[in-house]
Structures are given as C-alpha cells and as structure tokens.
C-alpha cells in the first residue's frame, strides 16, 4: 500500500501513508486511538472505497470495490468485535456467504467435514454443528480467526484479537501465527499490548494523527524508541489550563467494580480508587480497552447496580444505584457518543437542554415553556452555542453545538462533579478551545472534573493529575509536572510504574 | 412538525375531495352523513389515541381490541345483570382498562420484555378473560332467568344515552367522547411532563435514562392510558350495541395501528402526535363512507383500504 490518503468530510484521518507486507512476516501495526490504523485496514479489507492512493497485491494493481473482492484476492480481516451469528452453528459461520451447494441444495455434510478439519488445526476439537452461540467466548474468538483462515488467505489482518482471550488461548493463538508463516501468510497484527508486539513482532510500523513515521524490525526498534515514535509530536497547541483552585474532596470512589460484558470474560473495571477535589481536573488516561470509559458510566450508574463499590460525594457516602440518583447527587456524566446516548435528536435544543431537569420547569406535571426557554437560552448562551432558533432539532446542528447542548442540559442540573468522557470528539478547533474555557470557568466555580481524553496533548495541557488504566486496573498516577507523553503511553500499554 | 401535519392534512383533503366528486347523488353533501362517519370511527379513534402515545415511546400495542371486549363484558355485566348505578359501573370498567394496560407496561419495562409479545400476549389474555366473564356469551338485556327461561330487561338509560346524539340530533355522543379523550392525550402529550418523557424515551431511550428519565414508570403509565381508552372504547361499544359481546374489538387493533401511521406517527418512535392521528382517523373513516355511500362491495373496500395504507406511509417516507 502506498500513498494512501483517505478523508472523512474535511478531516483528513490518513495521509500518505505506505505499508509494506512481505511473505511470511508478522508486521505490527503501532500507534495511539484515532492514528488512523482502523481506517488504513479498512481501505484494505475494501470496507472503505473512496481514497487516494494505490494498492498492489503480488505486484498487481487492485481496486477493491467490496468486501467480497478484498476477501476473493486473499485479504481477510478479523475485527476486534466478533462478527458471528451466535444462532446458527459452527460451520454455518465458516461457510457463511461461500457455502457449497448444488442447485440450493446446501451440501451439509461436506462443510461440516471441513470445518472440522479447519478447527482441528486450530487444535479446537469441537462439534461443528453446535449454536456458536454455545460457546464461551474464547471459544468464539478462536471460530472467528479459524473462519477467516478457512479460505485461503494471503493477508490475514488481525485487529485485536487477544482483547477477549485468556493467557493459554493467546499462546495457542501465538501458535496458529507461527504455522501461518511457515504457510507464507502475511499477517497485519494490531494491538495495544507491549508485550504481545515484542513477542511475535518482525517489522513494525507506526502512524501517528494519520502520518506514516516509519518502518523498523522489531530488533531495532527498542520500545522506548517505539514509544517515541508513537507519541513524538511537539506539544505546539495552546491550551488555555490555568492555576487550578483547589479546594476540598468532591469525589470519593472507592473500589469500583464493573463486572465483565457479556462479549468479554474479563470484569471492565477492577476494583479502582479515586478522589477528585473541587477545582480539579482528573485525567484518566488509557487506550481502548483499558476501561477508562467504563468507570466513569459505572459511577455515573449506566450499569445500574452491576457496578459494585461506594462513591461518596461532598463526604456524603451512597451505593451506587441509577443515573437518576446519580443526578440528585450532583453527578453529571457527558458521553463519549453523543448521538447514541447523549442527545434525543428528534428533539429541539430546549427540550434537549431541559430533559435531565425537567422537574424544575414543571409545576406539578405541568410544564412551563417559559421557564424552559428561558433556562435554555441563558445556558446555551453562557457556551456559545450557535444555532438559528432554539427550536431547532438537535439533528441539524454542527458536533461541536451539539456538544454544547449536552453541557447545557447538565449545566442546568448544577453538578458538583463533572464526567467528561471525550468531550472533545468530533468537534472543530475553535469549538475545542471554547469547550477548555469551560472547563477553567468550571473548576474556578468549584466544579470537579473527571476527564477522559484520547488526545494526548489535551489529556497533558489539561490535567492537574493524571490516572493511567490499563484492562481495567490502575497502572500509574502522574502529578501534573510529572507526566510526560512517553510515561503516559507506556502505562497505558500496560507496564507498571515501579514503586 | 410542520411537514408531516401538511402531509396528513394533503391526504385528507384528498379522500374528501374525492368525497365531493363521488357524492352519490348529493349524500357526501349532507350533515348527517359526516355526523355518522365520526360516529362510526369514534370506537376506532379512542384506541388509536392510546396507541399514539404507545407507538411515540417506540412500542406498539396489540391488546387493544381484547381489552376493548373486556370492558363491553364488564360494563353490560355491571349495568344489566348486577344493576350497579351507572357511574360505579364506568369507573370500575375504566380500572379494569387500566391495570390490563399497567400489567402490559410492567411487564415490558421491568422484564425489558419487546412491547409486541408482550401485548400480544395481553391480546390473548384479555381475550380470554372476557370470555370467562361472559361465559362465552353476549350479555344483552335478555337475561336468564333461574328456571331457564328469558326475560327482557329495560335497556340501562346510560346506554341509551351514550348511544344518542346530542345538539339536536347533529353529533352523538360517542363521538363528543371521542373528542374529549383526543383532548386528553393531546394535554398529556404536549403539556405535561411525562409527555416530554413519552418523546425523549421513543427518540433515544439510552440518553433519556442517563439524563435521569423515569423510563419504566412513564413507560407504565403510557400503556396503561392506553388501557384506559380501550376501557372507554368498550363502554361505548357495549352501549351502541346495547349488548357486552365477548367478540368486541376484534381485530381492531389493526384499524388503531393503521390510522395512527396513516396521521404521520413513526413507527420508530420518537416523532408524531396526536393531532396527526386524528386527521389519519378522519382519513380512514372519509374513506370508508365514501366508498359504502357508493355501495362498494366490502371486498373492494379492504383491498383500497389496504393500498390507501400503503400510499399514506410511502407519502409519508419520501422525506428521508
């Protein structure tokens, strides 16, 4: 692959970006969230079809138009999320799109052989006609990479595909790649572990904000220098963090404890401590993965009373419970996905705004729109917020103006504690910058701030203290002055900070 | 909101003026046939307001035409057999509606049970149940006596009266109803607050919880306002035939969902309202009476019927 440049409207998430494959080779491909690694094995895999650039297989130009064709050239790809149909069995999913028949009339018995024989090298000794769904997960995982290699592919991508797999089946998967090899397979392995990279590597490369920084074997590219590579940008960006005033606790969680979804066996987060003060902001750093996320939506009480462990805010201690509850307290949390889970989108912006308070604009039941406008335009114009009425559906407003009706709408609830998970997604410069202002205007009004940021030069300008997580548990806490992109990046990747 | 009413409003008026034009020799032009088109859908209307409020927080209700027979059977059997006063007989035929509706609500929201199967399986229950308390008969004012013959009873003047029409003789009563329970949801709706909630959980349950929303009790409630207007509905059902018959509602719940679409509600949730429904009611009904004016076979009229529907919601999609 060469060249390869690609656009989401007019943010440019590749540029030129090479990659080079040879036979037999494990490549790893490095570098933060949002490097652009997805998008470069999506254009590959023919999910993405709009770039620039070319692509050559074997010396031969190609132009995927489908899915279908990457995988007819050879080119398979196992995503992180496992893309089974947990209903229908085994060789169902192995044969799935490609199954062998004569005149519609599936010939069962041959592809359950086959899938047999597949699983079989995996060292799986299942029954193929078994519900996939049957499965523990591990399980699943390894269905998913055997049905990928089901078919004779050349390049096999592999996006994380440990994430959901247990010491003994990585070292059994570890295995497979070493057969691969020896079959001539080219194999693209993306992860965010430190030591897997080191343990299978041949070459490594590494993008960074969507630029290609280089390519090294694995022999020569010590992990601090990989390290650096991932991270080495200048810290050029002005970012507006005055002298914070600190003021008492706010926030108590103690051992916070989010037990596993139901695609991965391990618990989200396990058992975690943190106080945030008034006037503080707290950065909890990680990669994806690592949970960071998730303890915010479990103190915030997303996940009701799964999460287990206490919070105590302003000294006063509870059990976690339910978002409403949360609320009443003086917990606000701001999703990382806006559209999923944030806003109503068939809705205008007042009635956005007003939706988490909505009792204080109601007189018994009734409501009082009034009262409501009014809150909502004070609110939307302390935060800028530009839009032509505010009768307007949130749906037709820029990311970064929707961003801002969700700062209303909690504003609106006087929060003591703010959980800000990514609130700097998917919204333009100027608005970003707006958007840190409030973040000083906040602390300065006693506000305490918990932060998730997957932009490294916010998550160091921003901060008054850094907490690092790595699969669900701390791996390191920075002061301010202490933290550095290098510290942060390899606690993230999952070595401790010696004591 | 404007789009969508227009919509409705252009179907409408198109069934109307095709009304003019097919007048049958002057009967579209007179009162007393649009006095008993809104007669004949106001049964039909009151169940489409409950399912307005269902289907904007994303669900659907099946149960409605079962409960509706529940309440005919419960209110023939309270005013003619057990001749309880007529207010005690309405008020507890409204409580039977709406612990049916709360029941359907409890089990979708806390058992996170799909709206569909639950009220599907409210449908057959309610079905059942009005059997039992008919014991599979139609309780009319021919009441058995103890050595088996039968003896007629004066029909209840609370059915005669909701039966009759009022304004000399310009708009029954059922249809006044009608009109008052379409007020109520549209106060419900657009006034108060669970109404707000009833939008924010069909346009995006997940954010509406996590900005602390109460989305099982406004979920409960909504079903069971739906059982409310089933309730009603079967009170006035019972009186127009001055019978409870085990049988009422039939496949009526059918009608409901049509004309709710038809008005411009989404099916997703989210978006529509009250006042889409009732043009979707008028449309249905308009429909209906132009083409039984104009003797129409019954087979003719369910096979427009059912294009008509599909036309409404293809008008209604072609702005996405």
Known sequence: MSRISKSFGPVEVLADVNLDLYPGEVHILAGENGAGKSTLMKILGGVHTDYSGKIKIEGKETDFKSVQDATEAGVSIIHQELSLIGSLNVAENIFLGKEKSSYQWLDKSHMVEYSKGILKNFGLDIDPKRAVDEFPIGIQQMIEIAKA????????????????????????LFKIIDQLKEQGC?????THKMEEIYSIADRITVLRDGEYIGTETAGNLPCEKLIQWMVGRE?????PRHTPHIGNVRLQANNIFVPAASTNPAPRVGNVSFSVKAGEILSIAGLQGSGNSELLNGIFGTYGKDTKGSVEIDGEKYKI??????????????????????????LSIIKNSTLACLPCYSRCFWLRPADERKAAKETTESLKLKAESLNQEVDSLSGGNQQKVVMAKWMQTNPKVLLLDEPTRGVDIGAKHEIYELMNQWTKDGIAIVLITSEMPELLAMSDRIMVMHRGKVTAQFSREEAT??????????????? | MTSPTIRALGALIIVFVIGLIFN????????????DMLRAVSVYGLLACGMTLVIITGGIDLSVGSILGISAVSFSLFCIHFSWPFYIAIIACLLIGLACGAASGLIISRFNIQPFIATLAMMVFARGLAKWMSGGQKISTAVQQADGTYKYVPVPDVFNFINSKILWNNISVVTIIFLICLLVSAVLLIKLRPGRYIYAIGGNE????????PVNAVKILTYAMSGLFCAVAGICQASQELQGDPEAGFTYELSAIAMV??????????????????????????LEKILSINAVGEDKRLMLTGAIIVAAVLLQKTKK
Do not use: C
């Open chain 1, 235 to 239: 810290l050029s960006q002005q970012f």
């Open chain 1, 186 to 190: 080219s194999i693209v392995y993306i």
């Open chain 2, 206 to 213: 997940e954010a509406a919880r996590l900005s602390g929303v």
């Open chain 1, 485 to 499: 992109q290098e510290k942060v990046l390899s606690a993230a990747l999952g070595k401790r900070k010696p004591a």
């Open chain 2, 261 to 286: 679409v038809i008005g411009g509600t989404s099916l997703r949730g989210g978006r529509g309202g009250i006042w889409l429904t009732l043009l979707g009611v008028l449309t249905i009904g308009y």
């Open chain 1, 321 to 346: 419970d339910s978002p409403s509850k949360s609320i009443q307290r003086g917990l606000a949390l701001l999703t990382n996905d806006r559209k999923s889970n944030g806003l109503v989108m068939d």
């Open chain 1, 149 to 172: 290699l089901a078919f004779n592919a050349k390049i096999i991508v592999m996006d994380e595909p440990t994430s959901a797999l247990t010491e003994p089946e990585v070292k059994k």
């Open chain 2, 24 to 35: 049958a020799d002057g009967a579209f032009l007179k009162w007393g046939t649009h006095r």
